[in-house]
């Protein structure tokens, strides 16, 4: 997992091709300008999607995926992720790319625009909890394959 800052996302090219695309189409687009849901960048090996998501007070479902890496990128007023070792966690079995477990709170990312998140397969994160009694969040979720 890897949290920082966007002007630093430019330095996490190298690890995957893919994510490399990825990387570059997201510091080249005008966010304004994608269309709602998702943005082909190459095929199955990586997209954007820009979408709205729901967010509550609090959430104890973890995601985990098995092929591709999510970098999480919040537009508005962003959101609160939640991460926790994987080996901690109970995990349904896969389905597609998805796994699903609950557990506690982990440790808390504030997603703020400016900042970024990327989940590398495996990494269990905890999206969509509600910062300051917000009731959604745009955002942008890229998908790359590794």
């Excluded at 304004?32 to 199955?44: Q, T």
């Excluded at 890496?69 to 959101?79: A, K, N, S």
């Excluded at 609950?102 to 994160?125: C, N, Q």
């Amino acid at each position: 997992m890897i949290f920082d800052r966007m002007e630093r996302l430019p330095q996490y090219k190298g690890l995957n091709a893919n994510l490399d695309r990825l990387i570059d189409y997201v510091l080249a687009c005008d966010y304004d300008k994608l269309v709602p849901g998702r943005n082909e960048v190459d095929g199955d090996n990586c997209w954007l999607l820009n979408n709205v998501a729901p967010l509550v007070p609090a959430i104890a479902k973890y995601e985990r995926h098995a092929k591709y890496l999510d970098l999480q990128i919040p537009i508005d007023d962003g959101e609160i992720i939640t991460v926790s070792p994987s080996e901690a966690l109970d995990w349904e079995p896969f389905v597609g790319d998805n796994s699903f477990a609950e557990g506690p709170a982990g440790m808390r990312l504030d997603m703020v625009p400016g900042t970024f998140a990327i989940f590398f397969p495996g990494d269990a994160h905890n999206c969509g909890i509600s910062k300051a009694g917000q009731a959604q969040v745009r955002k942008l979720v890229g998908k790359a394959r590794l």
